[in-house]
């Protein structure tokens, strides 16, 4: 039985979405509720038709028992023309299968460790820039700047940069990473076009990242190599675990990087998916290229999604003012316990914070699908219908999370919800994705998260600013999932 047999919907929004006068994650959403008692749906977006899960029981099987079927996902590749999209988002295969093998231990619970000074000083370094506006009472976009601190991040941490908050050259590497993931108007445009219309994308010389910001990148990325290679310096960052993978790779020493500092009973447990292949069957080198590709893969997938999530929460903690204190109270007396010192083992103690940012990617997370391609055909259990191979497949996550069905009152901002639950993913909890295909930097995202808000608390309350579009909605203009018009909020000086 073909796609084609299921109900189709010939999706009207398409224009709206080229027009921008709606959001995809807005469309996706009604397209659901249509669907409301189907186990799944078709549509078509553009000229692609789309397969749409909505049954808990086969988003578990798609997403995990049934991986094998569903592996790949992502752009087009060109390692020639577009060096940066080749990677590990976009890979596909046993390519995708072999560099997941490689990055797995460079996210365990010891390189965490390892990067938490850097983290903990960039956000000290906001919180004096802060002071400004909690000193003048200014209603600030936090968006810009909770940007600012993640971009800080990334820089230090997977480029090794090490300059001066606010300096040129941070300013540039601010520019240069807003325009290769920025909001602009032709943004969504050009990504679909690469997405759907490769070949015309292709004709009319159109890039997923414009030139200039792929020349950049590579370029930052060749001379930290050739500075570290000459001056045999060594950090605690990303960049150095990539650079240890690339001298295994040019020496075949396996000794160099593997999986035993995995924590296979612990926190590590979601890094244990593991697969058969090796750089025969993958032919991927770690070349310049590659490495620059993966770095650039870090910086788009923290940089944007850290800052608007931060902005979400403190979005809702200005307009729950007991849940602010609450959270307050938490920070102040898990520091007090280990006399005002940052630690791992510290934030591991907040729990409270914990479903303060989980609850707040449950109302408004970043992404709002999970896509796959089915790579072999597929028998829908219970079902006669085979989902042909090439077949794009959407896991309408934001829509579930919003279902009253699964959560009441879903408008409600209630972190109790997530009691007990450490960002374990589930059919109807997943920003960060789920099984072998989830965000690998899951667990680095979620601790600058909390760094950053931890820190803002101590020495700040939030308030919120009738500049605000509530409740939240999300920008038809971006191709990032953000906030129409911003999120504003007000900083106060907690002894006043």
């Known amino acids: 039985m073909s796609l084609v047999s299921i109900h189709l919907l010939v999706c009207d929004s398409n224009y709206d979405l080229l027009a921008r006068n709606k959001a995809h994650a807005d469309v996706i959403r009604e397209i659901y509720k249509i669907f409301h008692k189907e186990r799944y749906c078709g549509f078509y977006q553009f000229r692609q038709p789309i397969f749409m899960v909505r049954d808990l029981q086969l988003i578990e099987r ?40 490689k990055l797995t231990p460079t996210f365990t619970t010891g390189k965490l460790k390892g990067m938490l000074e850097q983290i903990c000083n960039c956000g000290a370094e906001l919180v004096e820039q802060l002071e400004k506006y909690a000193t003048t009472g200014e209603e600030v976009d936090t ?11 990334i820089a230090s941490c997977a480029f090794g940069m090490q300059i001066k908050s606010e300096s040129s050259e941070l300013q540039k590497f601010k520019e240069m990473v807003n325009k290769s993931i920025g909001n602009s108007a032709f943004t969504p445009l050009r990504i679909a076009l690469k997405q759907f219309y490769p070949k015309l994308a292709n004709f009319l010389g159109i890039k997923a990242i414009p030139s200039d910001a792929n020349n950049y990148f590579m370029n930052i990325t060749k001379a930290t190599l050739q500075h570290r290679l000459k001056n045999n310096v060594r950090r605690e960052d990303f960049f150095q675990m990539l650079l240890t993978l690339k001298e295994q790779d040019d020496t075949n020493n396996t000794t160099l990087s593997n999986d035993n500092d995995i924590d296979t009973s612990g926190e590590d447990i979601q890094l244990q998916y593991k697969y058969n292949t090796d750089a025969k069957d993958s032919n991927l080198k770690f070349t310049e290229k590659l490495l620059a590709a993966q770095l650039f893969a870090f910086l788009a997938a923290g940089s944007e999604a850290v800052s608007t999530t931060a902005s979400i929460v403190l979005h809702f903690l200005g307009h729950y003012p007991e849940t602010q204190k609450r959270l307050q109270a938490e920070v102040d007396e898990v520091l007090a316990k280990y006399n005002g010192q ?15 940012i989980q609850e707040a990617q449950r109302i408004f997370p970043i992404a709002h699908i999970h896509l796959r391609n089915c790579t072999i055909p597929y028998k829908v259990p219970d079902s006669d219908l085979v989902i042909e191979k090439g077949t794009v497949v959407i896991v309408p996550f934001q829509s579930i999370q919003s279902d009253p069905t699964y959560y009441p009152n879903p408008e409600v901002f209630d972190p109790d919800r997530f009691t007990g639950k450490n960002f374990k993913p589930s059919p109807i909890f997943s920003p960060f994705g789920d099984g072998p295909r989830m965000c690998i930097a899951m667990r680095f995202a979620v601790l600058e998260l909390k760094i950053l808000i931890a820190a803002i608390m101590t020495k700040y309350s939030v308030s919120p600013s009738s500049k605000t579009i509530t409740p939240l909605r999300y920008d038809p203009s971006a191709f990032a999932n953000r906030p129409l018009g911003g999120v504003w909020i007000s ?6």
Request: glycine fraction near 2%; charged fraction near 25%; charge should be negative.
């Open 491 to 496: 900083f106060h000086s907690r002894d006043n």
């Open 342 to 356: 940052w630690s791992y083992q510290a934030l591991k103690e907040m729990t409270y914070l914990n479903q303060v």
């Open 62 to 101: 798609i997403m995990i028992k049934d991986f094998s079927y569903f592996e790949d996902r992502g752009l087009p590749l060109d390692m020639e023309n577009e060096p940066l999209t080749v990677n590990l988002t976009n890979l596909r295969g046993s390519q995708w299968r072999y560099l997941r093998n």
């Open 143 to 153: 968006k810009s700047v909770m940007f600012s601190f993640s971009t800080d991040v």
